[in-house]
Structures are given as C-alpha cells and as structure tokens.
C-alpha cells in the first residue's frame, strides 16, 4: 500500500462547538500525519468555487451558507491509504447510521451537520488539497 494524502475539513458545526482539538487528537491517533493544517473563514465565492460540483443540486445554496456561516479548519492528513482511512474514520454521512468511535457519530448532529468533509477518491484529494494549499504550503513527507 502506498502512502497518499486526504484533504480534510473540520465542518463550522464542529468548530463552533469547540471540538477541533478532539477531532484532531483523533487524526493523530489513528496515525495521520497532518502536512498542513489553516484555520479559516471561507468566502462565500470560495465556498461556491469548491462546491461548484454541486452547483445545480437544490441543496447548494444551503450547504454555501452552511460552510460560509463561521471558520473552519482545513487540513492535508498523510498516512498509508489516507482517502480509504479517513472516510472510515470519519463514519458515515449521516452521523446516526456512523459506526460508534468514528468522528460523524461523536461530533455530528445531522447530515447536513456532520463535523467533517474528506476526499472521496485519490484524485478529488488532489484537487481539492490544491484549491486550499499551494505546493510549497504543504510540509514534504517524512
């Protein structure tokens, strides 16, 4: 297996209920490396240009005001088969149907409520690790 990079976000819901440094602790035991972490409080434009793939969906609006209504950390995590590993960690979107220990079901409330965001596949992560970082803002691997 090989060593890959997720991108990863700590949701407005999960920064609002001050548990970043819990969600944190957790990526960290489960043996990321985080190669960049930013705290920040996206644009409205931002939110837009990172969700346009969703852009026609009705619930596009909604999840700009959402991800636009307080800060969010943002985070590149390293680690033997990060995207596959995040997304377990993580749980399932809907934090009721989670597996128990996994992020969504300690600190998500909803599905629209969920406390993260993580790379669906390789290439996503590429991307979507790009719109937030430049090359040289991500630390180099160990």
């Given at each position: 297996m090989a060593i890959e990079r997720t991108f990863c976000i700590i949701k407005p819901d999960a920064v609002e209920k001050k548990t970043t440094g819990a969600i944190l602790a957790k990526i960290e035991a489960a043996g990321f490396t985080i190669r960049?972490?930013?705290?920040?409080?996206?644009?409205?434009?931002?939110?837009?240009?990172?969700?346009?793939?969703?852009?026609?969906?009705?619930?596009?609006?909604?999840?700009?005001?959402?991800?636009?209504?307080?800060?969010?950390?943002?985070?590149?995590?390293?680690?033997?088969?990060?995207?596959?590993?995040?997304?377990?960690?993580?749980?399932?979107?809907?934090?009721?149907k989670a597996e128990p220990d996994t992020i969504r079901k300690l600190f998500g409330a909803s599905v629209g409520e969920n406390a993260t965001h993580g790379s669906d596949s390789l290439e996503n992560a590429k991307i979507e690790i790009a719109y937030f970082f430049a090359g040289s803002k991500v630390a180099p691997s160990a």
């Open positions: 960049a972490l930013k705290y920040v409080h996206m644009s409205r434009e931002t939110a837009e240009g990172f969700y346009a793939i969703h852009k026609a969906r009705p619930f596009f609006g909604e999840l700009c005001e959402f991800m636009t209504r307080s800060p969010v950390v943002i985070a590149v995590l390293e680690k033997e088969s990060a995207v596959a590993a995040w997304r377990t960690l993580m749980g399932a979107t809907d934090p009721a």
